[in-house]
């Protein structure tokens, strides 16, 4: 064979930088909203982790010579770059924090919801019977109650702690993945792939540990990413009406809460942390919708 | 070849050994909407070790619910509710569902009709073959992939070691086919049932696949079920033939004597419709109807409607079988005559 024969025939090459051959490697050449998107949501991970390393005060901090400060570009001094509150508080550190507690609710939340939906959509389509029967009334009636008065029912009544406030959001949104969830595996299950581990004596366990959910994986992952929006929201709204997380915790629903009565004085106080959350749940959800068309194949 | 000889040898012997599988009295029924129907009615099958049996017959005949609810993986709506199935002496219709798992795999493989659907297509082709060593063999993660290579090899697959890392989609039908079989004999079964597994490849490679097939089965000395509705396969593959039709067996024979001599009405008119080289016919033949769905079978000789040779006593009662030689048997009332 000669050398010639072996060289690879001319291929149209598109000469690219060193950012935009990478973005194409990570299949995002083009996608420059998705990538913005990303970076933001990196971003803001980052502050949510490591933000108390450079937090300026701490966010209980009160300097009431300074009450209502405006924000460098208003006006305002460096000492206080975005403001302060009526209190005196920082808005900058307050945001740092509140962001931290925001976004471990809003992750833990979703955790829970889509753990416990999918678990509960594979039991009902594994049992079929009155179990499939009991586990989707239950959706039924998720479904057809407004979420936010069922969650403020059950702060008011059952009490107000961390770990509740994350329970009643992660519970927001199970009846879609315990959906999802089954009926996928009701469709996995009659795939002859499944017949086949079958005879080969796998079983249900491993079966839907090993082979179901690795395949049903990846809509339970864009479901979670088009949810978590929403948990990150419920918990806002829930801080904003009073009932979510309760000083001196903060997060940024409970930052807006306050802000909401200074509103015409002092803007400041409530837009930071609204642009904030704007952002957050605007980049999730693009980057959700970017992950979706990725991985339906009937899309490509 | 030598595929007489096998036939001729192996038959006398073959006879006297005891039956690995013996299916007695199969009875099948699905619950559907509209009803109870019964898709498998009566059927008894005997597999002798180390020899293939063809168990051929047209859709909605009854052979993959057979071979499903031998080793009990009917679907939900389908249940036994008659017979017995003894494998090496074991009823398998009465062990708990934990000890049929551990026999799955391990003693009986199956091997499915469309390959390019019976894989995990998130999985590669080495993780889906190692993971049956390592449940049923308790072999290392390690010892699993070098054995999965070792068998990769064995069922022909060209650049084995590579190959076990690639997906699904990266095998094409055969290749696939022959992964699902690499599969089926990793814990050496001593039956292996294998559902039409050619029926979705192309011609050539279809006998590639059979040639494979019975070449393993000498190899690791299993006996082989093969459900196929191609006379031509039978002919190739089979040592011994059991004919369904609408749910029942209606003949059974050792391969040369059944295309030699067919006994049942039925299975002559599947070897009349089976195009000819050796001759120059205008028209295929065909058997006039259709085969009746399962919501209309009925006690009588199922094949009445269609056949040319009845008479009163067809309809009514069910055809017994007779016995014509050692394994060779029929249900019909009036057999065609032993030339």
């Given at each position: 064979m000669s050398i010639q024969q072996i060289e690879p025939s001319p291929v149209i090459r598109v000469r690219r930088g060193w950012l935009s051959s990478r973005l194409h490697r990570w299949g995002l050449g083009g996608e420059w909203l998705v990538t913005i998107a990303m970076i933001y949501i990196a971003f803001i991970l980052f502050v949510a982790v490591f933000g108390f390393t450079f937090q300026p005060y701490p966010h209980t901090q009160q300097d009431l010579f300074n009450q209502l400060q405006p924000p460098v570009f208003m006006?305002?001094?460096?000492?206080h770059i975005l403001g302060t509150d009526d209190l005196g508080r920082d808005v900058l550190s307050r945001l740092i924090r509140g962001l931290r507690l925001s976004v471990l609710i809003g992750v833990v939340g979703t955790a829970i919801g889509a753990i416990l939906g999918s678990f509960l959509g594979v039991v009902a389509a594994h049992f079929r019977g009155w179990v499939e029967e009991i586990l989707m009334m239950l959706v039924d009636v998720q479904v057809s109650l407004p979420f936010i008065i069922f969650a403020l029912a059950v702060l008011a009544f059952v009490g107000n702690s961390l770990t509740i406030l994350i329970i009643v959001v992660g519970i927001d949104g199970w009846e879609r993945y315990a959906r999802l969830a089954r009926s996928m595996v009701l469709s996995a299950n009659q795939k002859d792939y499944v017949l086949a581990v079958r005879s080969l004596g796998l079983g249900h366990f491993r079966i839907y540990w090993r082979h179901v959910l690795p395949n049903i994986m990846g809509t339970l992952i864009v479901q979670a990413t088009i949810n978590l929006p929403g948990v990150i929201l419920l918990e806002s709204t829930l801080s904003f009406l009073g009932l979510g997380v309760q000083p001196p915790l903060t997060s940024l629903g409970q930052i807006l809460g306050v802000g909401r009565d200074y509103?015409?004085?002092?803007p400041w106080i409530a837009v930071a942390p609204g642009l904030v959350i704007f952002f957050l749940t605007l980049s999730i959800a693009i980057v959700g919708d970017w992950l979706r068309d990725r991985l339906d194949p009937t899309l490509k | 070849m030598n595929k007489p000889v096998i036939s001729d040898v192996s038959e006398p012997n073959g006879l006297h050994q005891k039956p690995l599988l013996e299916v007695r009295d199969l009875s099948v029924v699905f619950d559907t909407p509209e009803g109870t129907v019964e898709v498998v009615d009566s059927v008894s099958l005997k597999v002798q070790p180390g020899r293939t049996l063809g168990l051929v017959g047209e859709s909605g005949s009854g052979k993959s619910v057979t071979c499903l609810a031998t080793l009990g993986l009917l679907a939900a709506r389908g249940r036994v509710t008659g017979g017995e199935v003894l494998f090496n002496d074991r009823d398998l219709l009465s062990i708990s569902e934990a000890e049929m798992s551990k026999l799955r795999g391990c003693e009986v493989a199956m091997v499915f009709q469309d390959p390019m659907v019976s894989l995990?297509?998130?999985?590669?082709i080495g993780w889906q073959i190692s993971e049956s060593l390592i449940l049923h063999q308790g072999l290392s993660r390690d010892a699993a992939a070098k054995r999965t290579i070792g068998l990769l090899d064995m069922v022909g697959i060209p650049n084995a070691k590579n190959r076990s890392d690639e997906y699904p989609h990266q095998f094409s039908g055969g290749m696939s086919q022959r992964a699902m079989i690499a599969m089926a004999i990793a814990c050496q079964p001593k039956l292996l049932i294998a559902d039409e597994p050619t029926t979705a490849l192309d011609v050539t490679i279809q006998a590639q696949i059979l040639e494979l097939l019975s070449d393993l089965k000498k190899e690791l000395n299993m006996a082989l079920i093969l459900i196929t509705h191609d006379l031509g396969v039978i002919a190739e593959a089979a040592d011994d033939v059991a004919v369904m039709y609408a749910g029942r067996v209606v003949e059974e024979a050792p391969v040369l004597e059944l295309f030699d001599a067919p006994l049942h009405h039925y299975t002559l008119g599947l070897l009349n419709s089976l195009p000819r080289v050796d001759r120059k016919v205008d028209r295929l033949s065909a058997i006039e109807g259709a085969a009746p769905p399962p919501q209309e079978f009925v006690t009588g000789c199922r094949f009445e409607a269609r056949c040319g040779s009845c008479g009163d006593a067809c309809s009514g009662i069910r055809p017994d079988f007779t016995e014509v030689s050692p394994g060779r048997r029929v249900a019909c009332m009036h057999p065609m005559s032993i030339s």
């Open positions: 006006g305002g001094s460096w000492e509103l015409i004085l002092a | 995990n297509p998130v999985r590669s």
